[in-house]
């Protein structure tokens, strides 16, 4: 048997190292993944486009825009003559905020009022207004503070009131890095698992070789096992790699077991892997294979938690998301990297992928026997 597992694994090598091409593809594509999703789809939104409308032309109000562009949510890009201009930049998507300070402005402050500041913001993204609106709240609170110890002389601080300390676990700077990172290692994992095993078998069929391996006298299970492995090994291979750039270039520590960690990540890589092999025995052509891997792909990012939270999906999408083999993984890497979770508190997700990777094997197994047939 072994013999044979060699042969098979040796002709699968040859045909990738016979593609120098190819082969460089697959590991670049991780790294461009990886510095494309880490960079890009950041969740942390700042130095937004802001346009500011200033009718006091007051110290105070000048004090006012100042605080608010050092606070690193706002540039203060635009300073336009009315509001009907301030409205066209908002229309244009030349600014996402503007910010309208009103006439007595410092008058009304030194009195001991309460001059309304008006915020505008596009709400077109919800993700960047709700951005805009937090964040504008959370510095004219801070002005607040600042203006009522100015006029009155008291610390605001030794006021009667509660003292809200609020402390952040898992993540205390909230670096987007730290989330979004570990994320693309799954997502790296199942792309190419899924993208390089869909064209295993189809690529035979294309090239004629297929009836050549059915008169050999390996075995269904040694045929596929000798296929599949050189492409564990790549794919295994660029998950270690992604994870060393985590660490060392991202600045992603690690909390939980490493061991623990690439442990699960090949267990895991039988479900992905499994998928592809039974997308190959569906798919008449190769081109065919990369198209239901993209289809799967998709619905698997969306319903996954990769992007948006489970939580805030409708109680239908959160029902199909316990059908997405991503969703464990994500769970088991941001666990272990993020919390330090250990074996004892991931077993479910374990358990899980196990049963998955057991029922896809199996039906990639039975279908490429049909074939064979």
């Given at each position: 048997?072994?013999?044979?597992?060699?042969?098979?694994?040796?002709?699968?090598?040859?045909?990738?190292?016979?593609?120098?091409?190819?082969?460089?593809?697959?590991?670049?594509?991780?790294?461009?993944?990886?510095?494309?999703?880490?960079?890009?789809?950041?969740?942390?939104?700042?130095?937004?486009?802001?346009?500011?409308?200033?009718?006091?032309?007051?110290?105070?109000?000048?004090?006012?825009?100042?605080?608010?562009?050092?606070?690193?949510?706002?540039?203060?890009?635009?300073?336009?003559?009315?509001?009907?201009?301030?409205?066209?930049?908002?229309?244009?998507?030349?600014?996402?905020?503007?910010?309208?300070?009103?006439?007595?402005?410092?008058?009304?402050?030194?009195?001991?009022?309460?001059?309304?500041?008006k915020f505008?913001?596009?709400?077109?993204?919800?993700?960047?207004?709700?951005?805009?609106?937090?964040?504008?709240?959370?510095?004219?609170?801070?002005?607040?503070?600042?203006?009522?110890?100015?006029?009155?002389?008291?610390n605001p601080?030794?006021?009667?009131?509660?003292?809200?300390?609020?402390?952040?676990?898992?993540?205390?700077?909230?670096?987007?890095?730290?989330?979004?990172?570990?994320?693309?290692?799954?997502?790296?994992?199942?792309?190419?698992s899924m993208?390089?095993?869909?064209?295993?078998?189809?690529?035979?069929?294309?090239?004629?070789?297929?009836?050549?391996?059915?008169?050999?006298?390996?075995?269904?299970?040694?045929?596929?096992?000798?296929?599949?492995?050189?492409?564990?090994?790549?794919?295994?291979?660029?998950?270690?790699?992604?994870?060393?750039?985590?660490?060392?270039?991202?600045?992603?520590?690690?909390?939980?077991?490493?061991?623990?960690?690439?442990?699960?990540?090949?267990?895991?890589?039988?479900?992905?892997?499994?998928?592809?092999?039974?997308?190959?025995?569906?798919?008449?052509?190769?081109?065919?294979?990369?198209?239901?891997?993209?289809?799967?792909?998709?619905?698997?990012?969306?319903?996954?938690?990769?992007?948006?939270?489970?939580?805030?999906?409708?109680?239908?999408?959160?029902?199909?998301?316990?059908?997405?083999?991503?969703?464990?993984?994500?769970?088991?890497?941001?666990?272990?990297?993020?919390?330090?979770?250990?074996?004892?508190?991931?077993?479910?997700?374990?358990?899980?992928?196990?049963?998955?990777?057991?029922?896809?094997?199996?039906?990639?197994?039975?279908?490429?026997?049909?074939?064979?047939?």
């Amino acid at each position: 048997m072994i013999r044979r597992l060699t042969s098979i694994m040796r002709k699968e090598f040859l045909h990738m190292f016979r593609d120098p091409r190819t082969l460089t593809m697959l590991f670049l594509i991780p790294l461009v993944q990886l510095f494309l999703l880490a960079y890009a789809a950041r969740p942390n939104l700042d130095h937004l486009r802001t346009a500011v409308l200033d009718m006091d032309h007051s110290t105070r109000s000048r004090g006012l825009i100042a605080t608010y562009q050092a606070s690193n949510y706002f540039d203060i890009t635009q300073y336009p003559p009315d509001q009907a201009a301030m409205g066209r930049l908002l229309d244009l998507g030349q600014i996402r905020a503007g910010i309208i300070i009103p006439a007595g402005f410092s008058q009304q402050a030194e009195r001991g009022e309460r001059p309304q500041v008006k915020f505008i913001i596009d709400g077109s993204d919800p993700t960047v207004a709700n951005t805009v609106y937090s964040s504008a709240q959370t510095v004219g609170q801070a002005i607040s503070l600042n203006l009522v110890k100015e006029l009155t002389g008291v610390n605001p601080a030794r006021q009667p009131g509660i003292d809200v300390r609020p402390r952040v676990w898992y993540n205390p700077d909230m670096r987007s890095e730290n989330f979004m990172v570990p994320g693309v290692v799954a997502l790296i994992l199942q792309l190419l698992s899924m993208m390089m095993t869909s064209v295993a078998i189809v690529r035979e069929r294309e090239q004629g070789t297929i009836e050549q391996l059915i008169v050999t006298p390996l075995r269904s299970y040694e045929l596929i096992l000798g296929k599949v492995t050189p492409y564990a090994l790549i794919v295994f291979i660029n998950a270690v790699g992604v994870l060393v750039l985590a660490v060392f270039w991202f600045q992603v520590p690690i909390h939980g077991s490493v061991p623990l960690l690439l442990s699960l990540v090949a267990f895991a890589m039988i479900a992905t892997l499994s998928l592809g092999l039974f997308l190959s025995t569906v798919a008449h052509s190769q081109q065919e294979a990369q198209i239901f891997t993209y289809f799967f792909m998709l619905p698997s990012i969306f319903l996954s938690g990769y992007i948006f939270p489970l939580e805030s999906m409708p109680p239908a999408l959160q029902f199909l998301s316990n059908f997405v083999p991503l969703r464990y993984l994500l769970e088991i890497i941001r666990g272990i990297i993020l919390k330090g979770l250990g074996l004892e508190l991931l077993r479910q997700q374990v358990i899980i992928l196990g049963l998955f990777s057991l029922v896809i094997l199996t039906l990639a197994t039975t279908r490429f026997q049909k074939r064979l047939e």
